[in-house]
């Protein structure tokens, strides 16, 4: 029973993770109509650049100014690679944002070479916060607070905004919009670029828990797409719910039958497909 | 909204040019039955060749359902895998008999479509895509994690091409036999897929890429059609799984990850999605090249990633495609 | 000095002239050789994308430097010796694909290389299949020169038999009997668990549970959770690679090292560098160490290594490349022969002179079954230490000591007639 209730604690601090790594796709997936194959690699390059940035302004200055770096990037990326495949069906923009994931890998690799780096974490999170629930380390408990401020600050960010109405006025109808004067390239490239920042996030603090090398994006990005299918895509809630729903499955089953805890992701994935396609919280016909 | 419109699929040739096609293909059968000579005098081996035969019957398998059919699939590597370990699984665990073997493959590979076929018929676009990635990392992880059965992570090993018994003697499949072998395997898919798109149905499938609407209110059901094509692209794309396992004499779960269902869709586009062979040449082009690039530079990922991006924003039509539209006007 | 290890298009007509142009870059120390010698070609398939990118680099920078020497010292009989290298991506049927086309294609004279053991496997059996020599330069898993060896085959690395032996007598008696394993999902894995499991039940001990991790796993800690409600003396940790920075780094963030110790098998360098200052501890055992002050030759191959690879030091990858081309090189010049059975015949029994073995005892490939029977380098990480000081070694145990003998380990080796 402990192990039980251990592994479901466990599973939510892991679905925060996970959520936040959802939120940025999911954004992208929601007004640039673009699975972005390429957002584990822009995470990775968050990671990277903070690893090079910390010596100059430390951890926190890293935290704060490498997912901007990322974000940089992406809007290069929006604006040369991937506005000219608006309005084309999605099977090119699915292409080149894998062919953008290839290269984004081997440009890691190239720069900062292959050997995985040592990211370190300030000291005073480097522990447990409680001898019963060790699991809770003063640095998971700092990516949950990040993922909840990300939530809440991209949910205020939409709300109270004007960029934010933008974007949810585009999600529901973007010619609209564009014929009421917004400039929807800008618009499209600030939502781009969002969720770039978001994915940029994501990678530094994976690359606290987890080897900084340049493959680490390609094994996260998955569980973030069926964060945001399970939650719904153009929901921000659905996609944190979706994150911690598989977060809490993969960590009770690891419990019991490590071999499934992959498999059932994809079982829960697939059965919202099936049964609610539009995902728990999405939008009716978001895709059809 | 499809931009790039080809109102009919180059299957058939048209009234002009009929003695002109078959020219044409004569000089490609040629060309391929005539291909462990000619290939060593250019540099390459008889091995890339037959790894080009398999993954253009693999791509063309994929085809029907994207080019054809309009249904975007990007989990097509786990028909390709499960043909593969299919194959394995039988020469390692039932007997030496390979045409057993392959048919062993291309049931495991062409069943599992049809099942899954009502899952995913009723979705479209990205939707599509998405759960055909789902089903695809489901199996992945099923070939991965039952590891006593499958060999898990190592791959599958302890099988090989065994000869091929004939009442007159057997032949040991080296190289060069084992070519003309995966090239009569692969002779078979191609007209399969040939004559199904010449058929009515055929026809049909490709007005449901063009307009899926419009095809309802004539009362033809879409979702039956997606679905007929989806089981058998996965018939076909398991057959080139399984010549792949006998290439290599080994499969793995690389063989049903989802990078390769998107080098096959890259493939597809490459050489002309709208084109009967452009998977063909899309394949040739993308084995190649990356044959040649990972040889010449450890950043060939890059290659290939450019690859990608170039043909997406400057050549979607692929080679084919935009060959046949100079040609038209 | 940048070595072309693969001559650039040699395959189109066009190419031809461009390739003439270009393989007067491929032979370096020209002088000794007369033009008209065609060279000894080594075939080199090895990861260089991937997750072994890095563990991969390291044994192609050391066979590079090993092809180096060997050309000064005028090559194998007289002909210079060119290095072409594939990259692997630790795909097995890419890996496949590259050997045929090394041999088929490029004609070379042997094979070798790998660092997972699933290459090595399926390479091993291509191999015999080409009737070519295949060295296998770091692929573990006890098979390769096991259960599944063969004429063609040979390896550098150790079994992982002598990886846990290396170490097991150690743990035993400093930590504790009770036992807990991390374990990879796979051949190496199950491997090194098995041959533990083996040793710790001959003694006496207990294997309180054996989690087993998927390759690839980004978050361990439900596993260690379970780990820690166990209480065992030891943890195990059998991952490689990614999976062990990571388990490590959560290992240590949890505060397991506080409650047991942490231990394990083989451990690479290019591991513990990238794992950051407070996750470094726990007691392993290297193949070969670079700081080995009493040892004659080692402080030169050092220097060299790190004017070739931008100041890093040689790590037991750089080793396995370094000696297993020298090898190769060793017993074509002691056959005086290119041929496939008579390089196995002198490969057989071969002793490794001290400038290339760099390491006490003799190192020599063992006729049987034709595994290297080096020494095993246990010790702790420096918990201290800054690069390239993160290891200590305690001990060097002579692999003649712990490994098993050809019959038990399963070895029945045929030859073709």
Known sequence: MELLLFGAFNGLIVGFFYALMALGLSLILGLNNVINFAHGGFMALGGYLAFTLVPFVGFWGALVLAPFGAAALGLIAERGLIRPLYGRDPLYSLLLTFGLALILEDMTRTIWGPQGLPFSIPDFLDHPLSNVYFFLTGYRLLVVIVAAVATLGLFAVLRFT???????????????????????????????????????????????????????????IMPSFVAIIVGGAGSLIGSLLGGLIIGVAAGVVTMYAPAASEVVIYLIMALVLLIRPRGLLGQEGLFE | MNVEIEARPRVRAGRAGLRGDAVRFAIFAALLLAAPLWLPLVGSYTDLGTRVLIYALAAMGLNILLGFTGGLSFGHAAYFGLGAYGTGLMLRYVGPNMWLAVLAGVLLGGIAASLLGPLVMKKRGIYFAMITIAFGQMFYFIAVRWNNFTGGEDGLTGFQREPLAFPGGAIHLTSVPFYYFVLSFFAIGAFVLWWVLNSPLGHAMVGARENARRLEFLGVRVELLTWIAFAISGFVTALAGSMSALLNNFTSPLDLYWELSGYFVIICVLGGMRN?????????????????????????????????????????????????????? | MNIITRKIGRRSVLGGAAAVAAGSLVYPARGTFAASESPVKFGMVDPQTGTYAALGASEITGAKLALDEINKAGGVMGRPVELLVEDSAADPGLAVTKARKLVGSDKVNFLMGSVSSAVSLSLSQAAEELKTLYLDTGGHTDQVTGTECRWTTFRTCSTTWMLTAGNFKTLFDKFGKDWYFLTPDYAYGHSLQKDYATQLAKAGGKVLGNALSPLGTTDFSSYLIKIRAAKPNVLVNLTAGNDLVNSMKQAVQFGMDKDMTIAGALIELEDLAALPKEARLGWWVMEWYWDQPNQPHVADFVATYKTMSGGKVPSGRSWFGYASTHALALAA???????????VKALEGLVLPPEVALQPNEPFYRAADHQMIANEFPGYVLSNGAYPNLFHVADIVPGKTIALSPEAAGCKMTFPT
């Open chain 1, 162 to 220: 004007r960029l934010g109405v933008c974007i949810r006025a585009g999600n529901a109808d973007l010619e609209t919009v564009a014929s009421l004067g917004v400039n929807i390239y800008f618009l499209r490239a600030a939502n781009f670029a969002l969720g770039i920042l978001l994915a940029g996030l994501a990678g530094i603090l994976a690359g606290g828990q987890l080897g900084l090398t340049p493959t680490m994006g390609s094994s996260l």
């Open chain 2, 276 to 329: 009967f062979w452009g998977p063909f040449v899309g394949a040739a082009i993308y084995v190649f090249m990356q044959d040649y690039a990972s040889s010449l530079t450890k950043n060939w990922l890059s290659v290939i990633g450019l690859m990608f991006i170039l043909v997406v924003l400057f050549f979607p039509r692929g080679l084919l495609g935009m060959l046949a539209r100079r040609r038209s006007g």
């Open chain 3, 333 to 343: 010049n002691k056959a005086k022969a290119l041929d496939t059975l008579s390089v």
